[in-house]
């Protein structure tokens, strides 16, 4: 905050709850797992129902990466099918969940590591809407994204998340969406349920490291070994990760669901905060 005013305005603006919100990071993997019946999308519609009611959700997702840091602040976000080769019923799915300007204004001037754009051209990407509309389906919750500056480096991105977690404490449901492994040029369409023992031995390495509270060694995954450099050879997907390790309080549970590699090449593994 600027000023003191700023910070008493933001904390009269959302009711202040003794319980935080719980946080997440959802491996989203497809497309698909948008308007799939399975096992990942049946668990997301679960955990709608296991965590508090939020006030409003904001989600960092892989797929919207941008010089700076944004986010999204219209009064009605568009549904973006950021993809191809899909079937139609993909592309005709619309989100109508509205957004919250005023909560995007605050949680700009809650941040003081950088300045953040109001966005108002785009709105919510796959990353969001395929996992937020399982969870909440009737779309009557607010909803927004935060961008992922591609330009800095892992810290910046997890200690700008560390600004962001007096959210929680407000009822705001903060969501890194991505996969912590996640090599696309790798995939196996032969093996739908398992992974290349590269991919196992990473999806392992990352929970170790997570119930450990080691962030810096998640921070500096470029020192994890030839495993990690499969697993990560970009870092979008991974950074969301960052994100929500970067909200957690000393005092969090830690659980892991949908732990399971697939695809060969990919890790849905996902975490929650409590």
């Given at each position: 905050?600027?000023?003191?005013?700023?910070?008493?305005?933001?904390?009269?603006?959302?009711?202040?709850?003794?319980?935080?919100?719980?946080?997440?990071?959802?491996?989203?993997?497809?497309?698909?797992?948008?308007?799939?019946?399975?096992?990942?999308?049946?668990?997301?519609?679960?955990?709608?129902?296991?965590?508090p009611?939020?006030?409003?959700?904001?989600v960092?997702?892989?797929?919207?990466?941008?010089?700076?840091?944004?986010?999204?602040?219209?009064?009605?976000?568009?549904?973006?099918?950021?993809?191809?080769g899909?079937?139609?019923?993909?592309?005709?799915?619309?989100?109508?969940?509205?957004?919250?300007?005023?909560?995007?204004r605050?949680?700009?001037?809650?941040?003081?590591?950088t300045?953040?754009?109001?966005?108002?051209?785009?709105?919510?990407?796959?990353?969001t809407?395929s996992v937020?509309?399982?969870?909440?389906?009737?779309?009557?919750?607010?909803?927004?994204?935060?961008?992922?500056?591609?330009?800095?480096?892992?810290?910046?991105?997890?200690?700008?998340?560390?600004e962001?977690?007096?959210?929680?404490?407000k009822?705001?449901?903060?969501?890194?969406?991505?996969?912590?492994?996640h090599?696309?040029?790798?995939?196996?369409?032969n093996?739908p349920?398992?992974?290349f023992?590269?991919?196992?031995?990473?999806?392992?390495?990352?929970?170790?490291?997570?119930?450990?509270?080691?962030?810096q060694?998640?921070?500096?995954?470029?020192?994890?070994?030839?495993?990690?450099?499969?697993?990560?050879?970009?870092?979008e997907?991974?950074?969301?990760?960052?994100?929500?390790?970067?909200?957690?309080?000393?005092?969090?549970?830690?659980?892991?669901?949908?732990d399971?590699?697939?695809?060969?090449?990919?890790?849905?593994?996902?975490?929650r905060?409590?």
């Open positions: 905050m600027n000023t003191l005013k700023d910070l008493k305005n933001f904390g009269d603006s959302l009711s202040t709850q003794s319980r935080k919100t719980p946080a997440l990071f959802i491996g989203h993997g497809s497309p698909m797992n948008g308007i799939e019946d399975n096992v990942f999308s049946q668990r997301w519609a679960a955990m709608g129902k296991e965590i009611l939020p006030t409003a959700v904001l960092i997702s892989a797929h919207w990466l941008t010089n700076g840091t944004a986010i999204t602040a219209m009064q009605q976000p568009q549904t973006i099918h950021d993809f191809g899909f079937p139609q019923a993909l592309f005709d799915v619309q989100y109508p969940a509205p957004g919250h300007p005023e909560l995007a605050q949680t700009a001037q809650l941040i003081q590591k300045k953040v754009h109001l966005d108002h051209d785009w709105g919510l990407d796959h990353g809407w937020v509309k399982n969870m909440y389906p009737d779309a009557n919750i607010p909803v927004l994204q935060l961008s992922i500056d591609i330009r800095q480096k892992p810290q910046y991105h997890y200690e700008l998340a560390a962001l977690a007096a959210l929680r404490t009822g705001v449901l903060i969501i890194g969406s991505g996969n912590m492994v090599n696309l040029r790798a995939i196996d369409w093996n349920d398992g992974g023992a590269w991919a196992d031995e990473m999806n392992e390495k990352f929970k170790t490291l997570i119930t450990a509270n080691d962030h060694a998640l921070i500096q995954f470029q020192n994890l070994g030839p495993a990690a450099a499969l697993s990560i050879p970009t870092p997907h991974y950074l969301p990760l960052l994100y929500t390790l970067g909200v957690k309080d000393k005092n969090d549970s830690l659980s892991f669901f949908n399971k590699t697939i695809m060969g090449s990919l890790s849905m593994t996902s975490v905060l409590d």
